[in-house]
Nanobody
């Protein structure tokens, strides 16, 4: 059973930065691709970023490309999302996910079978 626990959310002003963390259990990074998704009120859950289990390839939504960085610390079994130059449009609950998608489905939430409880990010204007 994969356990994922997010932390690091909060309130930040537009233009500011936050770093989200996702503590994972066991051999999660060895067995799963990892991703961040987000969901704003009244909207569908959307892909933010993904990191292949090999650790060598990353993928980003167009809306966050160049501002967000996904990374992992294998020693601490922690996935991170560094978010820079935040805007009010980034306000959402952010979820960490683990799964085994094929490349063509890496941006689909249905490709991930394990989810954290989410952490709230609010960006004020």
């Amino acid at each position: 059973q994969v356990q994922l626990v997010e932390s690091g959310g909060g309130l930040v002003q537009s233009g500011g930065s936050l770093r989200l963390s996702c503590a994972a259990s066991g051999n999660t990074f060895r067995n799963y691709d990892m991703a961040w998704f987000r969901q704003a009120p009244g909207k569908e859950r959307e892909f933010v970023a993904a990191l292949r289990r090999s650790g060598g390839h990353t993928y980003y939504a167009d809306s966050v490309q160049g501002r967000f960085i996904i990374s992992r610390d294998s020693a601490r079994i922690t996935l991170s999302l560094q978010m820079n130059n935040l805007t009010p449009e980034d306000t959402a609950t952010y979820y960490c996910a683990a799964g085994t998608p094929i490349l063509s489905t890496i941006r689909r939430s249905a490709s991930y079978t394990n989810w954290g409880q989410g952490t709230q990010v609010t960006v004020s204007s």
